[in-house]
């Protein structure tokens, strides 16, 4: 009788953690978005796509153990507003640099550029970070279970790093694609900003989702121009 019991428990207890891990994943894939293309436009400073690569790789591998040390001091980070303050300082310098910066042939900003690769990998490392400020408490909300929030933010940084890898290719693809991926930075920037002056003034998820989807269906609206290399008319001799 007791081993049917333990079954019953057992089969209900791994059904809701498969639907939780299953809206952790949701969750982690949705809020990756803006995420994602500031990390890809994070990496297009290095101007070499081999490098590109590399700072994401490398980037996220230290990316995710502070994810992972957030997620175990979630608790004990939420205490105190600077965390959240210095996140929201950090991402509205990020947007603040990219729009001030000097336009290039393309009339176009751009973000940092990099000389090295050991320079673009703290920076991704900490962008992600303040991202995770908003989106780890998110997810904390969600379940209380640790086990189930490593497993969400895992899976989290892989497809995290698979839709940065499309940025970097759309980002040379579509014009706007660049300065609307900083505007969703900005909102993200701005809703940890309020969440620390008053809870009550945070936007819901819903209404960042939709703003966010909007700002990068701007983004796709254009592509940019490849002027083909004119071909030189060939030369016929001419008959004596």
């Not at 990390?39 to 990316?63: H, M, P, S, T, Y």
């Not at 939420?78 to 965390?83: N, R």
């Not at 550029?113 to 992600?128: G, K, Y």
């Not at 969440?195 to 592509?223: Q, S, Y």
């Amino acid at each position: 009788m007791l081993d049917r019991i333990f079954d019953y428990l057992n089969f209900h207890f791994s059904v809701e953690a498969s639907i939780v891990l299953l809206i952790l994943i949701f969750l982690e894939a949705v809020l990756s978005a803006d995420n994602a293309i500031a990390l890809a436009a994070i990496a297009q400073g290095l101007e070499d796509k081999k490098l590109e690569r590399q700072a994401l790789n490398f980037g996220l591998v230290v990316a995710y153990v502070l994810r992972i040390s957030l997620i175990l001091t979630a608790t004990w980070v939420q205490k105190f507003w600077q965390f959240e303050f210095l996140g929201a300082a950090y991402l509205l310098w990020l947007v603040f640099q990219h729009f001030t910066s000097q336009e290039t042939e393309d009339d176009h900003h751009h973000g940092p550029r990099f000389n090295s690769l050991w320079q673009a990998i703290p920076v991704i490392a900490f962008t992600d970070l303040a991202f995770s400020l908003d989106s780890v408490t998110t997810a904390i909300a969600v379940s209380q279970e640790r086990w189930l929030v490593l497993t969400g933010a895992t899976i989290g940084i892989i497809t995290l790093r698979f839709m940065a890898g499309l940025f970097i290719r759309w980002l040379d693809e579509f014009e706007n694609l660049e300065d609307a991926g900083y505007v969703t930075v900005a909102l993200v920037g701005l809703r940890l900003l309020l969440k620390v002056v008053n809870d009550a003034l945070v936007p819901p998820e819903w209404f960042m989702i939709t703003a966010i989807g909007l700002i990068l269906a701007w983004g796709f609206t254009k592509r940019s121009v490849i002027e083909l290399p004119q071909e030189e008319p060939e030369k016929t001799e001419v008959s004596k």
